[in-house]
Every structure is written in C-alpha cells, then in structure tokens.
C-alpha cells in the first residue's frame, strides 16, 4: 500500500522560503523517480521538480533557480527547497512518482493530502 505524507506547508511573504518534506511508503523509492506537484486554485495539477535516485533532476521552467529537490534514500524521503517563493506559487503541493523523470504523469492515483503554501503580503 502506497504512503505518501507531505508536509512543511505555510504561508510565507513573497520572497521567503519553505522547506517542503514527503514521506514515502510501499515506494520502491531506492530506485524511483520521485516529484513534486501542485496545483494552484482553480488550476489543474502540474508537475514542478523530479528527481531520480542517483541524482538528476529536472524543473518546471517557472521555479528553475528558485526551487531544489533532494531526497534522502535511507528515509524514503524526499524534500522541496523553495526559495525567492512568489504570490504564483501559491498551491496545494503534492508528492508522486512520476513516471519517469521527464514525464509529467505520476504512477500513482493515490494522492497524499498534500501541503498548502501561500505565498501573501
């Protein structure tokens, strides 16, 4: 049965930063490709940062630069550094595997809950 918890969440003025964490079961993670998504109100879900578990990743145009994807193997873990966050990014941001790391289509219907993040003066 697949897990996945995200958290880290919050509001934040434009320009601050979130550090966002999604914790991973039933993945075989060790050899996954892992993302982040979100979905902006009224918008449909997209794909932001992807990453395979040696390493290579791949960003939405709009968050090159500014966000970082990591992930810790030992843990099942994979984070989202946010930086210089703008009103734009404000979303519900979820984890998935997509399936592969050029692919926007996650493997998973299953959703965690996801994190909110708004990004608000």
């Known amino acids: 049965q697949v897990q996945l918890v995200e958290s880290g969440g919050g509001l934040v003025e434009p320009g601050g930063s979130l550090r966002l964490s999604c914790a991973a079961s039933?993945?075989?993670?060790?050899?996954?490709?892992m993302g982040w998504y979100r979905q902006p109100p009224g918008k449909q879900r997209e794909l932001v940062a992807a990453?395979?578990?040696?390493?290579?990743?791949d960003y939405e145009d709009s968050v090159k630069g500014r966000f970082i994807i990591s992930r810790d193997n030992a843990k099942n873990t994979v984070y989202l550094q946010m930086n210089n966050l703008k009103p734009e990014d404000t979303a519900v941001y979820y984890c998935?595997?997509?399936?592969?790391?050029?692919?926007?289509?996650?493997?998973?219907?299953?959703w965690g809950q996801g994190t909110q993040v708004t990004v608000s003066s």
């Open positions: 990453m395979t578990s040696g390493g290579s990743t």
């Open positions: 998935n595997r997509p399936r592969g790391l050029y692919s926007p289509y996650p493997t998973y219907n299953n």
């Open positions: 039933g993945v075989p993670f060790s050899v996954a490709v």
